[in-house]
Protein backbone atom coordinates (compact mmCIF):
# COMPACT_ATOMS: atom_id res chain seq x y z
CA UNK A 1 0.00 0.00 0.00
CA UNK A 2 1.13 3.59 -1.17
CA UNK A 3 2.23 5.69 2.14
CA UNK A 4 2.36 9.00 2.93
CA UNK A 5 5.76 8.72 3.21
CA UNK A 6 6.40 7.62 -0.91
CA UNK A 7 4.21 10.54 -1.75
CA UNK A 8 6.49 12.35 -0.07
CA UNK A 9 10.15 10.93 -1.99
CA UNK A 10 7.96 10.82 -5.02
CA UNK A 11 7.49 14.80 -4.43
CA UNK A 12 11.00 15.62 -2.73
CA UNK A 13 9.31 16.81 -0.04
CA UNK A 14 9.07 15.88 3.71
CA UNK A 15 5.94 14.12 5.18
CA UNK A 16 5.14 17.28 7.28
CA UNK A 17 4.53 19.03 3.74
CA UNK A 18 2.66 16.78 2.08
CA UNK A 19 0.55 16.26 5.53
CA UNK A 20 0.69 20.06 5.64
CA UNK A 21 -1.22 19.89 2.09
CA UNK A 22 -3.61 16.96 2.69
CA UNK A 23 -4.64 19.13 5.60
CA UNK A 24 -4.68 22.43 4.21
CA UNK A 25 -3.27 23.31 7.23
CA UNK A 26 0.03 25.75 7.35
CA UNK A 27 1.31 27.45 4.05
CA UNK A 28 2.44 25.30 1.27
CA UNK A 29 3.30 27.12 -1.57
CA UNK A 30 1.44 26.42 -5.43
CA UNK A 31 4.31 24.48 -7.01
CA UNK A 32 4.96 22.61 -4.32
CA UNK A 33 1.25 21.91 -3.59
CA UNK A 34 1.44 20.86 -7.28
CA UNK A 35 4.08 18.81 -6.73
CA UNK A 36 2.82 16.61 -3.91
CA UNK A 37 -0.57 16.81 -5.97
CA UNK A 38 1.13 14.85 -8.86
CA UNK A 39 3.15 12.50 -6.84
CA UNK A 40 -0.46 11.77 -5.55
CA UNK A 41 -1.27 10.70 -8.90
CA UNK A 42 1.45 8.92 -9.56
CA UNK A 43 1.76 6.62 -7.24
CA UNK A 44 -1.94 6.60 -7.19
CA UNK A 45 -2.36 7.22 -4.20
CA UNK A 46 -6.29 7.35 -3.77
CA UNK A 47 -8.12 10.43 -2.65
CA UNK A 48 -10.34 7.78 -0.23
CA UNK A 49 -6.70 6.53 1.02
CA UNK A 50 -6.44 10.77 1.97
CA UNK A 51 -9.65 10.61 3.42
CA UNK A 52 -9.08 7.52 5.02
CA UNK A 53 -5.78 8.76 6.66
CA UNK A 54 -7.91 11.83 7.96
CA UNK A 55 -10.19 10.08 9.67
CA UNK A 56 -7.70 7.35 11.45
CA UNK A 57 -6.49 10.42 12.74
CA UNK A 58 -9.50 12.25 13.13
CA UNK A 59 -12.43 9.85 13.50
CA UNK A 60 -12.22 7.85 16.74
CA UNK A 61 -16.02 7.33 16.91
CA UNK A 62 -17.63 4.51 18.17
CA UNK A 63 -21.77 4.08 17.63
CA UNK A 64 -23.39 3.37 20.19
CA UNK A 65 -27.40 1.56 19.64
CA UNK A 66 -29.84 1.63 22.68
CA UNK A 67 -33.52 1.03 22.86
CA UNK A 68 -34.94 4.34 24.84
CA UNK A 69 -32.29 6.38 27.04
CA UNK A 70 -35.07 8.01 28.95
CA UNK A 71 -35.72 4.40 30.73
CA UNK A 72 -33.46 4.71 33.85
CA UNK A 73 -31.43 1.56 33.16
CA UNK A 74 -30.08 2.54 29.79
CA UNK A 75 -28.36 5.99 31.15
CA UNK A 76 -26.19 3.99 33.63
CA UNK A 77 -25.03 1.56 30.51
CA UNK A 78 -24.06 4.76 28.41
CA UNK A 79 -22.26 6.39 30.96
CA UNK A 80 -20.20 2.96 31.70
CA UNK A 81 -19.82 2.96 27.84
CA UNK A 82 -19.14 6.87 27.56
CA UNK A 83 -16.76 6.61 30.67
CA UNK A 84 -14.41 3.85 28.84
CA UNK A 85 -14.38 5.09 25.35
CA UNK A 86 -13.37 8.52 26.48
CA UNK A 87 -10.85 7.53 28.59
CA UNK A 88 -9.63 5.67 25.90
CA UNK A 89 -9.70 8.58 23.34
CA UNK A 90 -12.83 7.42 21.30
CA UNK A 91 -16.18 9.63 21.29
CA UNK A 92 -20.29 8.09 21.32
CA UNK A 93 -22.38 8.51 18.79
CA UNK A 94 -25.60 7.67 20.22
CA UNK A 95 -29.04 6.67 18.49
CA UNK A 96 -31.99 5.17 20.29
CA UNK A 97 -33.99 2.67 18.19
CA UNK A 98 -37.58 2.48 20.29
CA UNK A 99 -36.87 -1.11 19.36
CA UNK A 100 -38.04 -0.03 15.43
CA UNK A 101 -36.02 -1.86 13.34
CA UNK A 102 -36.06 0.81 10.87
CA UNK A 103 -34.85 3.40 13.26
CA UNK A 104 -31.79 0.73 13.60
CA UNK A 105 -31.27 -0.05 10.14
CA UNK A 106 -31.02 4.22 9.97
CA UNK A 107 -28.76 4.55 12.70
CA UNK A 108 -26.18 1.67 11.35
CA UNK A 109 -25.89 3.32 7.95
CA UNK A 110 -25.56 6.49 9.39
CA UNK A 111 -22.96 5.24 12.06
CA UNK A 112 -21.08 3.57 8.97
CA UNK A 113 -21.36 6.88 7.03
CA UNK A 114 -19.72 8.52 9.90
CA UNK A 115 -17.13 6.42 10.02
CA UNK A 116 -17.24 4.28 13.27
CA UNK A 117 -14.68 2.33 14.01
CA UNK A 118 -16.73 0.46 16.01
CA UNK A 119 -20.56 -0.28 17.39
CA UNK A 120 -22.26 -1.05 20.85
CA UNK A 121 -25.75 -2.26 20.25
CA UNK A 122 -28.25 -2.98 22.94
CA UNK A 123 -31.30 -3.39 21.25
CA UNK A 124 -33.51 -6.15 20.79
CA UNK A 125 -34.61 -6.19 17.23
CA UNK A 126 -31.26 -7.16 15.54
CA UNK A 127 -31.03 -8.17 12.21
CA UNK A 128 -28.06 -9.89 12.12
CA UNK A 129 -27.92 -9.98 7.83
CA UNK A 130 -27.19 -6.38 8.87
CA UNK A 131 -24.63 -6.70 11.36
CA UNK A 132 -22.72 -9.75 9.40
CA UNK A 133 -22.49 -7.33 6.22
CA UNK A 134 -20.80 -4.36 8.30
CA UNK A 135 -17.13 -5.63 8.37
CA UNK A 136 -17.00 -3.64 11.73
CA UNK A 137 -16.24 -4.47 15.30
CA UNK A 138 -19.52 -5.19 17.14
CA UNK A 139 -20.27 -5.67 20.71
CA UNK A 140 -24.10 -6.76 21.90
CA UNK A 141 -24.93 -5.25 25.29
CA UNK A 142 -27.19 -6.66 27.48
CA UNK A 143 -28.01 -9.57 25.52
CA UNK A 144 -26.30 -12.60 24.82
CA UNK A 145 -25.43 -14.17 21.41
CA UNK A 146 -23.17 -17.04 19.86
CA UNK A 147 -22.16 -15.07 17.08
CA UNK A 148 -20.74 -11.94 18.49
CA UNK A 149 -18.98 -10.75 21.34
CA UNK A 150 -21.51 -9.90 23.80
CA UNK A 151 -21.70 -8.09 27.73
CA UNK A 152 -24.70 -9.19 29.44
CA UNK A 153 -25.97 -10.02 33.13
CA UNK A 154 -27.25 -13.32 34.13
CA UNK A 155 -30.59 -12.47 33.39
CA UNK A 156 -31.95 -16.67 34.03
CA UNK A 157 -30.17 -16.21 37.14
CA UNK A 158 -31.69 -13.40 38.43
CA UNK A 159 -35.30 -14.42 37.59
CA UNK A 160 -34.49 -17.56 39.47
CA UNK A 161 -33.08 -15.38 42.49
CA UNK A 162 -36.16 -12.83 42.61
CA UNK A 163 -38.11 -16.29 42.72
CA UNK A 164 -36.32 -17.76 45.38
CA UNK A 165 -36.47 -14.81 47.33
CA UNK A 166 -40.15 -14.67 47.91
CA UNK A 167 -40.41 -18.26 48.25
CA UNK A 168 -37.80 -18.64 51.13
CA UNK A 169 -39.52 -14.43 52.35
CA UNK A 170 -42.84 -16.85 52.57
CA UNK A 171 -44.89 -15.57 49.89
CA UNK A 172 -47.38 -18.29 49.04
CA UNK A 173 -49.38 -16.47 45.83
CA UNK A 174 -46.86 -15.15 43.50
CA UNK A 175 -47.41 -13.06 40.71
CA UNK A 176 -44.61 -13.22 38.02
CA UNK A 177 -45.31 -9.70 35.80
CA UNK A 178 -43.79 -10.79 32.38
CA UNK A 179 -42.16 -8.38 30.79
CA UNK A 180 -42.42 -7.27 26.84
CA UNK A 181 -42.00 -10.79 24.43
CA UNK A 182 -39.65 -9.14 22.10
CA UNK A 183 -36.60 -7.84 25.00
CA UNK A 184 -35.29 -10.83 25.54
CA UNK A 185 -33.39 -10.16 28.90
CA UNK A 186 -36.84 -9.48 29.74
CA UNK A 187 -37.94 -13.49 28.80
CA UNK A 188 -34.61 -14.94 30.06
CA UNK A 189 -35.75 -13.31 33.87
CA UNK A 190 -39.16 -14.51 33.54
CA UNK A 191 -38.17 -18.30 32.44
CA UNK A 192 -35.64 -17.84 35.39
CA UNK A 193 -38.34 -17.00 37.73
CA UNK A 194 -40.77 -19.33 36.08
CA UNK A 195 -38.32 -22.16 36.32
CA UNK A 196 -37.86 -21.88 40.17
CA UNK A 197 -41.43 -21.24 40.77
CA UNK A 198 -42.49 -24.22 38.82
CA UNK A 199 -40.22 -26.73 41.12
CA UNK A 200 -41.24 -24.88 44.30
CA UNK A 201 -44.00 -26.11 46.41
CA UNK A 202 -46.29 -22.85 46.01
CA UNK A 203 -49.40 -21.24 43.78
CA UNK A 204 -48.21 -18.47 41.26
CA UNK A 205 -49.77 -16.54 38.28
CA UNK A 206 -48.37 -14.54 35.28
CA UNK A 207 -49.31 -11.08 34.40
CA UNK A 208 -48.29 -10.49 31.01
CA UNK A 209 -47.20 -7.21 30.08
CA UNK A 210 -46.00 -5.27 26.83
CA UNK A 211 -43.97 -2.20 28.07
CA UNK A 212 -41.42 -1.19 30.13
CA UNK A 213 -43.01 2.58 30.00
CA UNK A 214 -44.05 5.10 33.06
CA UNK A 215 -46.72 5.91 31.16
CA UNK A 216 -47.93 2.31 31.03
CA UNK A 217 -46.75 1.07 34.41
CA UNK A 218 -49.42 2.56 36.65
CA UNK A 219 -51.81 0.48 34.55
CA UNK A 220 -50.10 -2.89 34.61
CA UNK A 221 -50.09 -2.20 38.55
CA UNK A 222 -53.66 -1.51 38.84
CA UNK A 223 -54.64 -4.92 36.48
CA UNK A 224 -52.35 -6.93 38.32
CA UNK A 225 -54.20 -6.08 41.83
CA UNK A 226 -57.86 -6.17 40.09
CA UNK A 227 -56.87 -9.51 38.75
CA UNK A 228 -54.44 -10.99 41.52
CA UNK A 229 -56.01 -9.18 44.56
CA UNK A 230 -54.65 -11.64 47.20
CA UNK A 231 -51.44 -11.98 46.16
CA UNK A 232 -48.78 -11.96 48.89
CA UNK A 233 -45.17 -11.58 46.31
CA UNK A 234 -44.94 -10.03 43.28
CA UNK A 235 -42.17 -10.24 41.08
CA UNK A 236 -41.98 -7.54 38.87
CA UNK A 237 -40.47 -7.25 35.59
CA UNK A 238 -38.18 -3.98 36.18
CA UNK A 239 -38.21 -1.69 38.90
CA UNK A 240 -39.91 1.05 37.06
CA UNK A 241 -42.82 -1.49 36.98
CA UNK A 242 -42.46 -2.20 40.85
CA UNK A 243 -42.02 1.34 41.56
CA UNK A 244 -45.32 1.33 39.82
CA UNK A 245 -46.56 -1.33 42.05
CA UNK A 246 -45.44 -0.52 45.29
CA UNK A 247 -47.23 3.02 44.43
CA UNK A 248 -50.51 1.02 43.89
CA UNK A 249 -50.77 -1.40 46.60
CA UNK A 250 -49.65 2.09 49.00
CA UNK A 251 -53.00 3.69 47.60
CA UNK A 252 -55.21 -0.18 48.07
CA UNK A 253 -53.83 0.77 51.81
CA UNK A 254 -51.92 -2.80 51.66
CA UNK A 255 -49.09 -3.11 53.90
CA UNK A 256 -45.52 -3.56 52.61
CA UNK A 257 -43.54 -6.22 53.00
CA UNK A 258 -46.36 -7.85 55.51
CA UNK A 259 -49.68 -7.89 53.23
CA UNK A 260 -47.76 -7.74 50.12
CA UNK A 261 -43.73 -8.30 49.28
CA UNK A 262 -42.43 -6.92 46.15
CA UNK A 263 -39.29 -7.67 44.22
CA UNK A 264 -37.88 -5.48 41.10
CA UNK A 265 -35.43 -5.75 38.49
CA UNK A 266 -32.09 -4.05 37.61
CA UNK A 267 -31.26 -1.78 40.76
CA UNK A 268 -32.29 1.70 38.86
CA UNK A 269 -31.33 4.52 41.34
CA UNK A 270 -34.82 5.37 42.24
CA UNK A 271 -35.35 2.24 43.65
CA UNK A 272 -33.57 3.66 47.14
CA UNK A 273 -35.91 6.50 46.99
CA UNK A 274 -39.11 4.72 46.76
CA UNK A 275 -41.38 4.58 49.73
CA UNK A 276 -40.76 1.52 50.93
CA UNK A 277 -37.47 1.40 49.35
CA UNK A 278 -37.70 -1.55 46.31
CA UNK A 279 -36.00 -4.96 47.37
CA UNK A 280 -34.35 -5.65 43.76
CA UNK A 281 -32.33 -7.69 41.61
CA UNK A 282 -29.25 -5.87 40.63
CA UNK A 283 -27.69 -5.72 37.34
CA UNK A 284 -23.96 -3.95 37.28
CA UNK A 285 -25.19 -1.85 34.58
CA UNK A 286 -22.60 0.80 34.62
CA UNK A 287 -20.33 -1.84 34.89
CA UNK A 288 -21.45 -3.73 32.15
CA UNK A 289 -21.15 -0.59 29.74
CA UNK A 290 -17.59 -0.38 30.44
CA UNK A 291 -16.81 -3.77 29.95
CA UNK A 292 -18.62 -3.65 26.72
CA UNK A 293 -16.54 -0.59 26.04
CA UNK A 294 -13.41 -2.13 26.67
CA UNK A 295 -14.24 -5.23 24.71
CA UNK A 296 -14.67 -3.19 21.54
CA UNK A 297 -11.57 -1.75 22.39
CA UNK A 298 -9.73 -4.35 22.14
CA UNK A 299 -11.12 -6.02 19.65
CA UNK A 300 -10.48 -2.99 17.12
CA UNK A 301 -7.02 -3.08 18.30
CA UNK A 302 -7.26 -6.71 17.76
CA UNK A 303 -5.85 -7.71 20.80
CA UNK A 304 -4.93 -11.49 20.75
CA UNK A 305 -7.21 -13.78 23.33
CA UNK A 306 -10.05 -11.58 23.64
CA UNK A 307 -12.93 -13.36 25.13
CA UNK A 308 -16.31 -13.34 23.20
CA UNK A 309 -18.52 -13.35 26.10
CA UNK A 310 -18.71 -11.82 29.70
CA UNK A 311 -21.35 -12.56 31.57
CA UNK A 312 -21.84 -10.33 34.60
CA UNK A 313 -23.19 -11.36 37.86
CA UNK A 314 -26.52 -10.35 39.43
CA UNK A 315 -27.25 -9.68 43.07
CA UNK A 316 -29.82 -9.72 45.72
CA UNK A 317 -30.48 -5.81 47.26
CA UNK A 318 -32.60 -6.25 49.74
CA UNK A 319 -34.49 -3.16 51.02
CA UNK A 320 -37.71 -2.82 52.72
CA UNK A 321 -40.47 -4.12 49.96
CA UNK A 322 -39.31 -7.99 51.30
CA UNK A 323 -39.49 -9.31 55.01
CA UNK A 324 -36.25 -9.76 57.03
CA UNK A 325 -35.57 -13.77 57.83
CA UNK B 1 -13.61 26.71 -6.47
CA UNK B 2 -12.26 23.64 -8.11
CA UNK B 3 -15.64 21.33 -8.47
CA UNK B 4 -15.87 17.69 -8.94
CA UNK B 5 -17.32 18.70 -12.75
CA UNK B 6 -14.25 20.27 -13.51
CA UNK B 7 -12.21 17.02 -12.64
CA UNK B 8 -14.70 15.16 -14.42
CA UNK B 9 -14.17 17.42 -17.49
CA UNK B 10 -10.38 17.25 -17.21
CA UNK B 11 -9.93 13.85 -17.23
CA UNK B 12 -12.56 13.18 -19.93
CA UNK B 13 -14.85 10.99 -17.48
CA UNK B 14 -18.14 11.31 -15.44
CA UNK B 15 -18.89 12.54 -12.51
CA UNK B 16 -19.98 9.54 -11.05
CA UNK B 17 -16.65 8.02 -12.34
CA UNK B 18 -14.73 10.67 -10.53
CA UNK B 19 -17.02 10.17 -7.42
CA UNK B 20 -16.40 6.21 -7.81
CA UNK B 21 -12.72 6.95 -7.30
CA UNK B 22 -12.82 9.46 -4.57
CA UNK B 23 -15.22 6.76 -2.90
CA UNK B 24 -13.40 3.38 -3.65
CA UNK B 25 -16.94 2.66 -4.46
CA UNK B 26 -17.57 0.09 -7.66
CA UNK B 27 -15.16 -0.58 -10.21
CA UNK B 28 -12.93 1.67 -11.66
CA UNK B 29 -9.88 0.35 -14.68
CA UNK B 30 -6.49 1.64 -13.46
CA UNK B 31 -5.92 3.69 -16.08
CA UNK B 32 -9.16 5.72 -15.48
CA UNK B 33 -8.26 5.91 -12.17
CA UNK B 34 -4.92 7.53 -12.93
CA UNK B 35 -6.38 9.91 -15.89
CA UNK B 36 -8.69 11.29 -12.63
CA UNK B 37 -5.74 11.72 -10.08
CA UNK B 38 -3.89 13.10 -12.47
CA UNK B 39 -6.31 15.56 -13.48
CA UNK B 40 -7.32 16.51 -9.32
CA UNK B 41 -3.10 17.16 -9.55
CA UNK B 42 -3.78 19.12 -12.38
CA UNK B 43 -6.51 21.61 -11.22
CA UNK B 44 -5.17 21.53 -8.14
CA UNK B 45 -8.37 19.76 -6.34
CA UNK B 46 -6.85 19.64 -3.12
CA UNK B 47 -7.05 16.44 -0.94
CA UNK B 48 -8.93 18.60 1.99
CA UNK B 49 -11.56 19.74 -0.55
CA UNK B 50 -12.30 15.80 -1.19
CA UNK B 51 -12.50 15.11 2.40
CA UNK B 52 -14.77 18.08 2.94
CA UNK B 53 -17.15 17.21 0.14
CA UNK B 54 -16.77 13.37 1.59
CA UNK B 55 -17.64 15.35 4.92
CA UNK B 56 -19.89 17.52 3.72
CA UNK B 57 -22.29 13.94 2.31
CA UNK B 58 -21.18 11.87 5.27
CA UNK B 59 -21.22 14.32 7.97
CA UNK B 60 -24.39 15.28 9.52
CA UNK B 61 -23.09 15.32 13.21
CA UNK B 62 -24.40 17.60 16.26
CA UNK B 63 -22.04 17.73 19.42
CA UNK B 64 -24.79 17.49 22.60
CA UNK B 65 -22.90 18.05 25.72
CA UNK B 66 -24.80 17.32 28.54
CA UNK B 67 -23.73 17.81 32.77
CA UNK B 68 -24.88 13.92 32.99
CA UNK B 69 -27.46 11.41 31.37
CA UNK B 70 -27.77 9.68 34.46
CA UNK B 71 -30.18 12.64 36.08
CA UNK B 72 -33.65 11.80 34.68
CA UNK B 73 -34.07 15.08 33.43
CA UNK B 74 -31.36 14.78 30.84
CA UNK B 75 -32.81 11.80 28.69
CA UNK B 76 -35.96 13.74 28.04
CA UNK B 77 -33.63 16.29 26.81
CA UNK B 78 -31.43 14.41 24.61
CA UNK B 79 -34.42 12.09 23.32
CA UNK B 80 -36.07 15.69 21.99
CA UNK B 81 -32.76 16.85 20.73
CA UNK B 82 -32.62 13.64 18.86
CA UNK B 83 -35.40 13.19 17.63
CA UNK B 84 -35.77 16.19 15.85
CA UNK B 85 -32.07 16.11 14.36
CA UNK B 86 -32.74 12.76 13.37
CA UNK B 87 -36.17 13.51 11.22
CA UNK B 88 -33.74 16.05 9.48
CA UNK B 89 -30.63 13.69 8.91
CA UNK B 90 -28.85 14.80 11.43
CA UNK B 91 -26.58 12.64 14.04
CA UNK B 92 -26.01 13.42 17.66
CA UNK B 93 -22.00 12.96 19.06
CA UNK B 94 -22.93 12.46 22.73
CA UNK B 95 -20.63 13.96 25.75
CA UNK B 96 -21.20 13.81 29.56
CA UNK B 97 -19.29 17.01 30.81
CA UNK B 98 -20.46 16.12 34.77
CA UNK B 99 -20.04 20.12 34.77
CA UNK B 100 -16.14 19.55 34.70
CA UNK B 101 -14.44 22.59 32.61
CA UNK B 102 -11.27 20.33 31.58
CA UNK B 103 -14.06 17.40 29.85
CA UNK B 104 -15.97 19.95 28.62
CA UNK B 105 -13.06 21.50 26.70
CA UNK B 106 -12.06 18.14 25.45
CA UNK B 107 -15.86 16.98 24.00
CA UNK B 108 -15.89 20.23 22.63
CA UNK B 109 -12.14 19.21 20.93
CA UNK B 110 -13.01 16.29 19.68
CA UNK B 111 -16.44 17.37 18.73
CA UNK B 112 -15.01 19.83 16.67
CA UNK B 113 -11.95 17.16 15.23
CA UNK B 114 -15.11 15.33 13.71
CA UNK B 115 -16.39 17.70 11.85
CA UNK B 116 -19.42 18.28 13.75
CA UNK B 117 -21.80 21.04 12.10
CA UNK B 118 -23.13 22.66 15.06
CA UNK B 119 -23.00 21.81 19.18
CA UNK B 120 -26.17 22.09 21.52
CA UNK B 121 -24.70 22.17 25.26
CA UNK B 122 -26.52 22.49 28.16
CA UNK B 123 -23.56 22.42 31.08
CA UNK B 124 -22.98 25.35 33.35
CA UNK B 125 -19.65 25.67 33.01
CA UNK B 126 -19.13 27.45 29.56
CA UNK B 127 -16.22 28.75 28.78
CA UNK B 128 -17.23 31.68 26.43
CA UNK B 129 -13.65 32.28 25.11
CA UNK B 130 -13.64 28.17 23.47
CA UNK B 131 -17.27 29.01 22.16
CA UNK B 132 -16.52 32.22 20.84
CA UNK B 133 -12.75 30.78 18.86
CA UNK B 134 -15.36 28.07 17.80
CA UNK B 135 -16.92 29.70 14.95
CA UNK B 136 -19.43 26.89 14.59
CA UNK B 137 -23.56 27.54 15.18
CA UNK B 138 -24.10 26.73 18.96
CA UNK B 139 -27.21 26.75 20.67
CA UNK B 140 -27.64 26.81 24.78
CA UNK B 141 -29.97 24.08 26.01
CA UNK B 142 -31.83 24.81 29.68
CA UNK B 143 -29.58 28.15 30.05
CA UNK B 144 -30.38 31.71 29.18
CA UNK B 145 -27.78 33.98 27.55
CA UNK B 146 -27.68 37.21 25.50
CA UNK B 147 -24.15 35.91 23.32
CA UNK B 148 -26.00 32.71 21.90
CA UNK B 149 -29.32 30.99 20.42
CA UNK B 150 -30.53 29.57 23.65
CA UNK B 151 -34.03 27.48 24.67
CA UNK B 152 -34.86 27.17 28.87
CA UNK B 153 -37.27 27.54 30.85
CA UNK B 154 -38.67 30.12 32.89
CA UNK B 155 -36.93 29.25 36.44
CA UNK B 156 -37.45 31.73 37.70
CA UNK B 157 -41.26 31.96 37.17
CA UNK B 158 -40.97 28.44 38.35
CA UNK B 159 -39.67 29.35 41.43
CA UNK B 160 -42.38 31.54 41.81
CA UNK B 161 -45.21 29.50 41.14
CA UNK B 162 -43.75 26.61 43.26
CA UNK B 163 -43.98 28.96 46.48
CA UNK B 164 -46.85 30.48 45.33
CA UNK B 165 -48.67 27.11 45.68
CA UNK B 166 -47.34 26.18 48.60
CA UNK B 167 -48.62 29.91 50.46
CA UNK B 168 -51.75 29.61 48.95
CA UNK B 169 -52.22 25.90 50.03
CA UNK B 170 -51.73 27.13 53.59
CA UNK B 171 -48.16 25.93 54.48
CA UNK B 172 -47.04 28.24 57.23
CA UNK B 173 -43.39 26.76 57.91
CA UNK B 174 -41.94 26.62 54.91
CA UNK B 175 -38.55 25.07 53.73
CA UNK B 176 -36.90 25.77 50.73
CA UNK B 177 -34.21 23.72 49.34
CA UNK B 178 -31.45 25.92 47.33
CA UNK B 179 -29.63 23.80 44.73
CA UNK B 180 -25.92 23.49 43.81
CA UNK B 181 -24.93 26.91 43.28
CA UNK B 182 -23.16 26.24 40.07
CA UNK B 183 -26.01 25.66 38.30
CA UNK B 184 -27.60 28.16 36.65
CA UNK B 185 -31.37 27.27 36.55
CA UNK B 186 -31.39 26.14 39.92
CA UNK B 187 -30.32 29.60 41.07
CA UNK B 188 -32.89 30.98 38.77
CA UNK B 189 -35.05 28.68 40.67
CA UNK B 190 -34.23 29.70 43.72
CA UNK B 191 -33.99 33.13 43.25
CA UNK B 192 -37.76 32.97 42.14
CA UNK B 193 -39.47 31.34 44.86
CA UNK B 194 -37.39 33.68 47.27
CA UNK B 195 -38.72 36.48 45.87
CA UNK B 196 -42.47 35.22 46.20
CA UNK B 197 -41.65 34.08 49.68
CA UNK B 198 -40.02 37.27 51.10
CA UNK B 199 -43.61 39.28 49.18
CA UNK B 200 -45.65 36.75 51.72
CA UNK B 201 -46.64 37.05 55.06
CA UNK B 202 -44.74 33.76 55.62
CA UNK B 203 -41.97 31.85 57.43
CA UNK B 204 -39.21 30.55 55.89
CA UNK B 205 -36.15 28.25 56.05
CA UNK B 206 -33.36 27.82 53.55
CA UNK B 207 -31.52 24.51 53.21
CA UNK B 208 -28.61 24.79 50.95
CA UNK B 209 -27.49 21.65 48.96
CA UNK B 210 -24.59 21.24 46.56
CA UNK B 211 -26.23 18.22 44.17
CA UNK B 212 -29.11 16.84 42.79
CA UNK B 213 -27.70 12.59 42.82
CA UNK B 214 -29.42 9.57 43.80
CA UNK B 215 -26.80 9.05 46.28
CA UNK B 216 -26.99 12.13 48.06
CA UNK B 217 -30.15 12.61 48.14
CA UNK B 218 -31.14 10.52 50.78
CA UNK B 219 -29.00 12.13 52.81
CA UNK B 220 -29.98 15.88 51.92
CA UNK B 221 -33.92 14.81 53.41
CA UNK B 222 -32.78 13.41 56.26
CA UNK B 223 -30.96 16.67 57.28
CA UNK B 224 -34.03 19.19 56.12
CA UNK B 225 -36.17 17.02 58.67
CA UNK B 226 -33.72 16.92 61.54
CA UNK B 227 -32.96 20.70 60.93
CA UNK B 228 -36.55 21.91 60.18
CA UNK B 229 -38.33 19.32 62.17
CA UNK B 230 -41.94 21.15 61.97
CA UNK B 231 -41.62 22.48 58.52
CA UNK B 232 -44.97 22.19 57.08
CA UNK B 233 -44.40 22.82 53.20
CA UNK B 234 -40.98 21.77 51.46
CA UNK B 235 -39.87 23.21 47.62
CA UNK B 236 -37.50 20.64 46.41
CA UNK B 237 -34.63 21.31 44.41
CA UNK B 238 -35.75 19.33 41.72
CA UNK B 239 -37.78 16.17 41.74
CA UNK B 240 -35.07 13.54 42.66
CA UNK B 241 -34.48 15.76 45.93
CA UNK B 242 -38.42 15.99 46.43
CA UNK B 243 -38.69 11.79 46.13
CA UNK B 244 -36.13 11.62 48.95
CA UNK B 245 -37.86 13.94 50.96
CA UNK B 246 -41.25 12.15 50.45
CA UNK B 247 -40.04 8.78 51.72
CA UNK B 248 -37.95 10.79 54.60
CA UNK B 249 -41.43 12.38 55.63
CA UNK B 250 -43.39 8.70 55.35
CA UNK B 251 -40.21 7.04 57.07
CA UNK B 252 -41.03 9.85 59.60
CA UNK B 253 -44.62 8.89 59.78
CA UNK B 254 -45.35 12.43 58.56
CA UNK B 255 -48.43 12.34 56.80
CA UNK B 256 -48.53 14.27 53.49
CA UNK B 257 -49.89 16.59 52.37
CA UNK B 258 -52.06 16.64 55.64
CA UNK B 259 -48.80 17.40 58.32
CA UNK B 260 -46.16 18.46 55.36
CA UNK B 261 -46.76 19.45 51.68
CA UNK B 262 -44.02 18.53 49.34
CA UNK B 263 -43.49 20.35 45.43
CA UNK B 264 -40.99 19.47 43.33
CA UNK B 265 -39.18 20.80 40.20
CA UNK B 266 -38.76 18.73 36.81
CA UNK B 267 -41.74 16.67 36.15
CA UNK B 268 -39.62 13.60 35.58
CA UNK B 269 -41.31 10.36 34.90
CA UNK B 270 -40.84 8.92 38.37
CA UNK B 271 -42.84 11.99 39.88
CA UNK B 272 -45.89 10.00 38.97
CA UNK B 273 -44.65 6.85 40.24
CA UNK B 274 -43.55 8.11 43.85
CA UNK B 275 -46.08 7.46 46.75
CA UNK B 276 -47.62 9.81 47.05
CA UNK B 277 -47.36 10.86 43.43
CA UNK B 278 -45.22 14.25 43.80
CA UNK B 279 -46.77 17.73 42.84
CA UNK B 280 -44.40 19.42 40.80
CA UNK B 281 -42.90 22.35 38.75
CA UNK B 282 -43.31 21.12 35.11
CA UNK B 283 -39.99 21.89 33.26
CA UNK B 284 -41.38 20.61 28.98
CA UNK B 285 -37.68 19.12 29.02
CA UNK B 286 -38.45 17.14 25.46
CA UNK B 287 -39.73 19.56 24.40
CA UNK B 288 -36.82 22.09 24.94
CA UNK B 289 -34.94 19.20 23.49
CA UNK B 290 -36.91 19.34 19.97
CA UNK B 291 -36.69 23.50 20.21
CA UNK B 292 -33.09 23.45 20.52
CA UNK B 293 -32.51 21.43 17.76
CA UNK B 294 -34.68 23.00 15.38
CA UNK B 295 -32.93 26.63 16.43
CA UNK B 296 -29.48 24.82 15.87
CA UNK B 297 -30.66 23.56 12.29
CA UNK B 298 -32.39 26.76 11.09
CA UNK B 299 -28.60 28.61 12.16
CA UNK B 300 -27.26 25.73 10.25
CA UNK B 301 -28.82 26.38 7.30
CA UNK B 302 -28.37 30.17 7.77
CA UNK B 303 -32.27 31.03 7.67
CA UNK B 304 -33.26 34.68 7.41
CA UNK B 305 -34.86 35.77 11.01
CA UNK B 306 -34.20 32.79 13.31
CA UNK B 307 -34.84 34.03 16.85
CA UNK B 308 -32.13 33.79 19.16
CA UNK B 309 -34.03 32.97 22.33
CA UNK B 310 -36.83 30.50 23.33
CA UNK B 311 -38.28 31.05 26.79
CA UNK B 312 -40.48 27.75 27.63
CA UNK B 313 -43.11 28.09 30.04
CA UNK B 314 -43.30 26.19 33.33
CA UNK B 315 -46.54 24.85 34.76
CA UNK B 316 -47.67 23.38 37.79
CA UNK B 317 -48.54 19.82 38.00
CA UNK B 318 -50.47 19.18 41.40
CA UNK B 319 -50.46 15.50 42.51
CA UNK B 320 -51.18 14.18 46.06
CA UNK B 321 -48.07 15.74 48.14
CA UNK B 322 -49.96 19.10 48.09
CA UNK B 323 -53.28 19.86 49.21
CA UNK B 324 -56.43 20.10 47.40
CA UNK B 325 -57.81 23.86 47.53
Not at 187 to 200: K, P, T, V, W
Not at 227 to 245: C, E, L, Q, Y
Amino acid sequence: MVTIKDVAREAGVSVATVSRVLNDNGYVGADTRKKVMEAIAELNYSPNEVARSLYKRESRLIGLLLPDITNPFFPQLARGVEDELSQAGYRLLLGNSDENIQKELEYIQTFVQNNVVGIITATNHVDYKIYEALDLPLVLLDRASENYPAVYADGREGGRLAAKTLIEKGAERITLVKGPANIKPAQDRFQGAIEELSQADVDFSVLSTTSYSFEEAQGWAEELFDKFSDTDGIIASNDIVGIAIIHEAMERGKRIPEDVQIIGYDDIPQSRLSYPTLSTIRQPAYEMGREAAKLLIRTIKKEPGVEQTIQMPVELIERKTTRKE
